[in-house]
Structures are given as structure tokens and as C-alpha cells.
């Protein structure tokens, strides 16, 4: 899996991106393999005004399917993080989940079946 880190009207620091790094590692553990790549972009949206004007935005790329796009905006640029990579996370496990669904369906419909299902 390749990780980018991009940095828009903010600076970045080393230990910004060793959490990045550790909240991707536990959010995509089981599913690493089914990842292309992961793109996070950071912006500070006002630049040195208060508000809510952190943003978050994670690009996942697996391998078979089309990307995930998740943007989220908080006062906050750790609870951006945490909640951007849960979201993505979720909607990646829902899309694995029903592409596994859909070829066991389609593993039904063209007669496997039988050879499937328990014989009394």
C-alpha cells in the first residue's frame, strides 16, 4: 500500500505523520492487500483564523474497484484524521463486503450450488 501525505496551508510535522501512519496501519490492518494506494490531503481552509477550518481528505485506491473519496471538516486537525480514515475505512469494508456477496451470487446463479450445499 503507498501512502502520500500532502500538506496545504499548513506545515507538517513528523509526529503528524507517524499518526497518520499508525491510524491507517490499525484502520486497513486485515485489508492492506486489497489497497492500491492512500492519498491524505490536509488544508487549513482559513489559514490563522479560529473556526472550523481544518480539513481531511482521504483518496483510497483498491485494487479492482473504483476509488474512495472521503473529505471531513473539524475545528480539530487529529479529530479530521481519526474520523476521515474511519469513514473511509467503513465505506471500504461495505464495498469489499458487497463485491463478495455479488460473485457468491453470481456463483449460485450459474449452478455451483449443488456442489455446495449439503447432501442428505
Not at 473556526?51 to 486537525?77: A, S, Y
Not at 471500504?92 to 463486503?97: Q, V
Amino acid at each position: 500500500m503507498k501512502l502520500d501525505i500532502n500538506f496545504r496551508n499548513m506545515r507538517g510535522s513528523g509526529d503528524l505523520i507517524s499518526y497518520i501512519d499508525h491510524r491507517l496501519s490499525f484502520a486497513f490492518s486485515r485489508i492492506r492487500h486489497k489497497i492500491e494506494s492512500v492519498s491524505i490531503t490536509l488544508t487549513d481552509i482559513n489559514g490563522p483564523k479560529a473556526g472550523v477550518d481544518k480539513q481531511c481528505r482521504v483518496i483510497i485506491r483498491p485494487i479492482g474497484l473504483k476509488q474512495i473519496v472521503v473529505t471531513e471538516k473539524r475545528d480539530d486537525i487529529l479529530s479530521a484524521v481519526d474520523r476521515s480514515i474511519a469513514r473511509s475505512s467503513q465505506s471500504l469494508f461495505r464495498k469489499l463486503k458487497r463485491q463478495q456477496v455479488w460473485k457468491r451470487k453470481t456463483v449460485y446463479s450459474a449452478g455451483v450450488h449443488s456442489e455446495l450445499s449439503p447432501v442428505n
